[in-house]
């Protein structure tokens, strides 16, 4: 249950939700955020709720809307894009990924 629930979390980040959220996440440059680290440290607050979004709300509503579904509706362009994501996240910023997955399964209890 875990794992699956990890893995909608990354699903979050790098594909999207029912709807236009699909083609937003789809096409949100997740590598730009992760080879910035203020840029990344200001997203990963925001979807922690640590601080506010800002100009990153629609990012975080989206990533949320995909971790309640486990990406029921991912596309296999989208599970390609949640693989690559979920690997960067969990090998290069494990620390706020095991935080994200944390808050995750605190919410879904």
Excluded: I, W
């Excluded at 440290?41 to 629609?58: I, Q, R, S």
């Amino acid at each position: 249950m875990k794992l699956l629930v990890v893995l909608s979390v990354v699903v979050a980040l790098a594909v999207a939700a029912p709807s236009g959220d699909h083609d937003y996440l789809l096409a949100y440059d997740f590598d730009a955020v992760f080879a910035n680290d203020e840029k990344r440290k200001v997203v990963m607050d925001c979807l922690l709720d640590k601080a506010p979004c800002g100009e990153y709300e629609k990012l975080k509503e989206s990533v949320m809307k995909v971790a309640q579904t486990q990406c029921a509706d991912c596309t296999p362009e989208q599970k390609a894009k949640y693989d690559s994501v979920m690997k960067t996240f969990h090998d290069k910023f494990e620390p706020e990924y095991n935080e994200f997955v944390h808050k995750m399964t605190t919410k879904k209890q």
